[in-house]
């Protein structure tokens, strides 16, 4: 079980017209589609706390306040194969009941049922966590699962 929890289990991914975001516990992940030959001079990404801002060629692609706060120093971006870039931001919040809703303030929200889908998953990386022991990666999981799931923690071992 080497391989982190999301390569295990795959991820929830949410479209939006430029490409997808997703998250895990720690980090939410931002992958825009740009036209083939991008060069990394064409992208201007400025990433801090509560703010996001891409543009590709001059034009804005992506910009808002954050739905939560990131870590500023934690957050980079690539450009992969000149057709996408990739930005990974760190969560401030690291716990599973901490799961964006939408990637910016009132934009890019998950649809009800992905957002669901997003909850379980970071309920299940949770559990993995805690009970390393142990794969969660393809559990399915009901019940009570909002908010991070039960907590076990205070149960003896």
Sequence with gaps: MSAPFEERSGVVPCGTPWGRWYQTLEEVFIEVQVP????????????Q???IALSVRGQDVLQGK?????????GTWTLEDR???RIVLMKTNRDAGNCWTSLLENEYA?????????????TLERFQRENPGFDFSGAEISGNYSKGGPDFSSLEK
């Design 110 to 122: 998950a649809d009800p049922w992905v957002q669901d889908q997003m909850q379980r998953k970071l």
């Design 83 to 85: 057709k996408l870039i």
């Design 66 to 74: 954050l739905f939560d706060s990131t870590v500023t120093d934690e």
């Design 36 to 47: 083939p030959g991008t060069r990394a001079k064409d992208v201007c990404c400025n990433l």
């Design 49 to 51: 706390s509560r703010h």
